[in-house]
């Protein structure tokens, strides 16, 4: 079973690129509570520090980022958290 992404509203870059390498994405707005990981805009710092004291999963910036490099970021984070 492919692992679920949570992907912050207006990255739809990124969630074509991590669809296409088989991820399960998801709205931030409706499906956090089962993901993986999240991938935020990077443009509201508030919601990154909200994040993270909520939430035991990676949150990953796409700010300034390519989705491979988001993707790659995801893949690392994991990794370690296992």
Excluded: H, N
């Amino acid at each position: 079973m492919a692992e679920r992404i949570a992907v912050e509203a207006g990255l739809d870059y990124v969630k074509k690129y991590l669809t296409r390498q088989g991820y399960d994405v998801v709205d931030l707005s409706g499906g956090q509570e089962d993901a993986a990981a999240v991938v935020i805009s990077g443009q509201d710092d508030s919601f990154l520090g909200m994040a993270d004291r909520t939430t035991a999963v990676p949150v990953i910036s796409a700010e300034g980022r390519t989705p491979e490099e988001v993707l790659t970021d995801i893949k690392e984070r994991l990794d370690k958290a296992r």
